[in-house]
């Protein structure tokens, strides 16, 4: 408890004063950025010096476990949260701007609340595959986990799959293995529902249709997931550890843990509980979360005393990975929200000149950085102002999907698809990298991952999306 | 002083205290992992891990933690890849992969790393 203490200490900051906002302001937890950019004619907008916390904080993430990795290791919750509290403190007592605050708490709660459970419940599941490792199981695999990604979300998919990816592949393991599993499962996979990835659930609860964007992105989707797995296939086929091993095969795939199955599933319902989805949900103001929230936390405890010890401990289950990111992301979570207003400011402004490509590209870029949920909204507010559309409208945002469809479409590719580019580009991410290490393999430095992999893999990946469906779009 | 082999199937317990470890057989240590820590340098001047291999026992200190058992938590345990003394350090198939639980009574249970175990070398 003493250890959670600070996250707490932060997020009561982050509640601020909560009877000086409107009860619709809670209408919909998750629903955060587009309300930012609407707050800026409430509220003025932060100087450009209050991005240092932000920028701090990232660099402290690519280059403290470079250069001091276990003074980092001990101390990061300390620095997360003390510039957190810096950004928290300036809108408190500078701006006097709690709407933002506010609507960054829903938002994380939303946010961890989705990812905790997540990772408990599928903790208490063992998936045991007894097949030799090749390079065309590994894709098949990397390849039913992007499907399965739509269905339980890139951080069910990641959690549930990267322990049994990790064990096919024991005698031949190396980084670039799991890379690719972020790349593929955690991330890029999650594009065809609004279950897959939080920018298209936030979309959805906007009014995008469900089916929408598998009608708009599949197209896309297929063929970069195509091209991804066959340079996973490329790189794979000249691995040749392991092959000197002579052990025996049963090829049988063995599945325990059905009961946090159906925890899985509570959690899946839950997403859709919202008053926004459906109308008899109730709204708990002046309370910062809704009720899936509280569904959720209640399947991490559950799930969690009911699971079958043995698979917990077959899993070496720990809440470390997710504590990991409960505190790093309060931390990216408080410091971004005035990049977030600024880059919403400059977007709003700049709307007319902006095409789909330009859509695409900044979307894109900031989402690896960034969170990608709010930075989707905040160009889906932009995209829609140059139109004279409110993305806080449902039957503009369901006309803006029919009429401009061009826009949605390269702000949800770029949310979902670029976050992939860095560790702390999606929740998964940071978690499955933990996971990989905690089972012994050496992971890239948050430099090296984008160096090594993500600029020279992906980037001309995504120059071949933007070149064929957005190139001179206007 | 017993063996690797009779530690495994007397299931015959390490002891821990504080940063050290206590382990009833002789073996040179390859890798340890705890919590995320990939542990490969047991040099003299490394800051992260050394053993030492007694008369009767061998002894791992970790350096970075003050007290082991403040950080591993109930289904977490210590990961290592050992070779028995006297047995050939570079023969593939005399590295064994061992996982410590810690215990109350600063008691440790050695297992070797079954199918489940995820632990790459």
New interface residues.
């Given amino acids: 408890m003493r250890k959670i203490l600070p996250v707490v200490l932060l997020a009561f900051l982050l509640f601020g004063m909560t009877n000086q906002v409107n009860a619709s302001d809670f209408v919909n937890p998750a629903a955060l950025s587009a309300e930012i950019v609407n707050s800026d004619a409430e509220h003025s907008l932060p100087p450009v010096f209050m991005v240092i916390p932000f920028v701090t904080l990232l660099l402290l993430i690519a280059v403290m476990p470079l250069f001091a990795h276990?003074f980092w290791?001990k101390h990061y919750p300390k620095f997360s949260i003390a510039l957190g509290t810096i950004t928290v403190l300036y809108y408190l007592l500078v701006m006097n701007d709690t709407h933002s605050l506010l609507h960054t708490l829903a938002e994380y709660l939303s946010f961890i609340a989705l990812l905790a459970s997540l990772f408990v419940a599928s903790g208490g599941i063992?998936i045991?595959v007894d097949k030799k490792a090749t390079p065309m199981l590994n894709v098949i695999f990397l390849l039913f986990g992007a499907v399965i990604a739509n269905i339980i979300g890139t951080t069910g998919a990641s959690m549930l799959l990267i322990?049994p990816f990790?064990?096919i592949n024991?005698d031949r393991?190396k980084p670039y293995h799991i890379i690719f599993f972020i790349f593929l499962i955690s991330n890029i996979g999650g594009a065809l529902t609004p279950i897959g990835d939080p920018p298209l659930f936030l979309g959805f609860l906007r009014g995008v249709d469900f089916f929408w964007v598998f009608e708009h992105v599949w197209y896309m989707w297929l063929p970069t997931i195509i091209v991804v797995a066959a340079v996973f296939y490329f790189i794979d086929s000249r691995n040749n550890d392991g092959q000197e091993k002579s052990k025996e095969y049963t090829g049988q795939i063995e599945f325990k843990g059905y009961k946090n199955v159906v925890y899985l599933l509570i959690i899946l319902i839950s997403v859709f509980i919202d008053p926004n989805v459906i109308s008899w949900v109730p709204n708990l103001y002046p309370l910062p979360f809704g009720i899936r929230e509280i569904i959720m936390f209640s399947v991490v405890y559950l799930s969690y005393k009911t699971a079958d010890k043995e698979i917990?401990?077959?899993?070496?289950?720990?809440?470390?990975p997710i504590k990991e990111v409960a505190y790093l992301f309060i931390g990216i979570f408080a410091t971004m929200i005035p990049a977030l207003q600024l880059i919403a400011y400059e977007a709003n402004l700049l709307g007319d000149k902006l095409n789909p490509g330009i859509f695409y590209w900044a979307t894109g870029l900031l989402s690896g950085f960034l969170d990608n949920a709010p930075t989707y909204l905040n160009f889906l507010s932009a995209a829609m102002g140059k139109y004279g559309w409110d993305v806080n409208n449902a039957v503009d945002v369901h006309n803006f999907e029919i009429e401009h469809a061009v826009y949605l479409q390269a702000i949800s590719v770029a949310a979902v698809f670029f976050g992939a580019m860095t560790y702390i580009g999606n929740g998964p991410n940071f978690m499955v990298k933990?996971?990989s290490?905690?089972?012994?393999?050496?992971m890239p430095s948050f430099f090296a991952y984008l160096i090594k992999y993500s600029i020279p893999i992906l980037i001309p990946i995504f120059i071949l999306v933007w070149l064929a469906f957005y190139y001179g779009r206007v | 002083m017993s063996t690797l082999n009779e530690v495994l199937t007397k299931n015959l317990h390490g002891l821990y205290y504080g940063n050290r470890i206590l382990l009833p057989f002789k073996a040179d240590i390859l890798k340890a992992v705890i919590e995320k820590s990939i542990i490969t340098d047991f040099s003299d001047f490394s800051e992260q891990a050394e053993y030492e291999i007694k008369d009767n026992r061998t002894e791992i200190y970790f350096y970075e933690y003050a007290d082991l058992s403040e950080f591993i938590t109930t289904y977490e345990t210590i990961k290592l890849i050992v070779v028995e003394e006297g047995r050939d350090i570079f023969d593939i198939k005399n590295h064994i992969k061992l996982i410590l639980h810690l215990n109350d009574g600063h008691e440790i249970k050695i297992e070797e790393a079954g199918e489940n175990f995820l632990f790459i070398e």
């Fill in positions: 276990h290791e063992l045991k322990r990790i064990k024991q393991i917990l401990s077959s899993n070496e289950f720990d809440f470390e933990s996971i290490e905690r089972a012994g393999i050496k």
